[in-house]
């Protein structure tokens, strides 16, 4: 029986992807070997890092003067990674939810550290608007998606510092103008790969402001892992060989201006739902809604039934539908490889467990 995947991450991943994949562990390229079980710098995983990176570039159209790199430790190392090399003066974040109060922390570990705006005080329900960057920052810090609250900034801000953005769960999901920005990175684990890559685009020019008066030990350095092409030490190699699948994929389909088309269209199936039950309510402020995430609760008088619709939808063959316990209720998570006829099934069965229950 098909599952329905609404994980949060690790999510749902093109089901080619994980094919591809699964193939490439019992026998790689059909060399006999395992992908698990082969030199990373064999010649048949070189071409598979070649080939991951140069996708990634394509795909979001990276301009000359950036490098993309995939490093271990997932977006968490990043948040202190970020202010190790980079903070001098000050470092500007925006406050849009716990993923970015977790790199606000290490930030300040390394030095003044200003919250341009914050959501917090309403269970960041939206995307503060109207604040001033500070210009002399060394960079300014946003979380273009906000995984638990389901709130994303779909556009790309003008920063008159360098742009900072973690992109882990909406990575690949519409066009970007990378130009905009100095550093892009992200876990691949919500919409790009598997648990165990992380992805960094950064530029040139912001390389070239690295803090030079700390001891930035070596595996640290941005710089370490540019010169080393990404294989400076061993690179996770199956979660870049399934990014590879992923965005092969990806591409094929038309790249991330359908992608974005697509995913316009799959959360407004659910949003339009949410806002025309009596019964279920969205915690987002409308303008400030997530393509990637749905967060959604019952209306208070309905309240003792939400766990009753946990189980019902469990009977169904939906999964990971449970909201992340600081905004309580639902979340239903719709990446890139969550196709549009989940969405309506899972629109179905909320549809006839509100005539049920109402
Ligand atoms: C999941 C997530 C993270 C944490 O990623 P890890 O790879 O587990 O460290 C950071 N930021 C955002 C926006 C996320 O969704």
Redesign the pocket.
């Known amino acids: 029986m098909k599952k329905h995947n609404f994980s949060?991450?690790p999510a749902v991943l093109p089901r080619i992807a994980i094919e591809k994949s699964a193939q490439a562990i019992l026998d790689f390229n059909g060399i006999g070997l395992s992908l698990l079980e082969i030199s990373h710098r064999s010649k048949d995983f070189q071409a598979v890092m070649d080939e991951t990176v140069a996708l990634i570039k394509e795909i979001l159209k990276v301009p000359e003067g950036y490098q993309v790199l995939f490093l271990g430790?997932?977006?968490?190392?990043?948040?202190a990674m970020i202010p190790f090399n980079f903070l001098k003066n000050k470092a500007a974040y925006l406050e849009t939810?716990v993923?970015a109060k977790?790199?606000i922390k290490e930030a300040k570990g390394f030095g003044t550290t200003e919250i341009v705006a914050s959501s917090a005080e309403t269970t960041y329900n939206y995307v503060p608007k109207g604040y001033t960057i500070p210009t002399d920052a060394d960079y300014f810090h946003i979380?273009t998606?906000?995984?638990?609250y389901g709130t994303e900034i779909r556009t790309d801000i003008d920063s008159p510092v360098p742009l900072i953005a973690?992109?882990?769960?909406d990575m690949c999901s519409r066009p970007v103008d990378v130009s905009k920005y100095a550093m892009i990175y992200?876990?691949?684990?919500?919409n790009i790969g598997p648990?165990g890559a992380?992805f960094v685009i950064i530029s040139d020019e912001m390389l070239a402001k690295v803090n030079e008066d700390r001891y930035i030990p070596t595996m640290l350095k941005y710089q370490t892992h540019v010169e080393g092409e990404s294989m400076f030490n061993t690179p996770p190699v199956l979660p870049i060989y399934t990014i590879m699948e992923t965005m092969r994929w990806l591409k094929e389909l038309g790249g991330v201006e359908v992608m974005e088309k697509m995913n316009i269209e799959k959360a407004q199936i659910l949003y339009d739902a949410i806002d025309n039950s009596k019964m279920f309510v969205g915690t987002a402020e409308k303008d400030s809604r997530s393509l990637m995430n749905i967060c959604f609760v019952m209306k208070d008088q309905y309240k003792d039934k939400e766990a009753d619709f946990l189980e019902y939808t469990k009977d169904r063959n939906i999964s990971g539908i449970k909201g992340h316990r600081s905004v309580g209720g639902f979340r239903a998570s719709t990446y890139n490889a969550m196709s549009k006829e989940s969405i309506q099934y899972l629109v179905d069965v909320m549809n006839s467990f509100e005539k049920e229950n109402l």
Request: charged share 10%; aromatic share 6%.
């Open positions: 949060a991450g430790g997932g977006a968490s190392l990043q948040f939810g993923w977790k790199a979380t998606n906000n995984t638990i973690d992109m882990s769960s992200g876990g691949a684990q919500k648990a992380t």
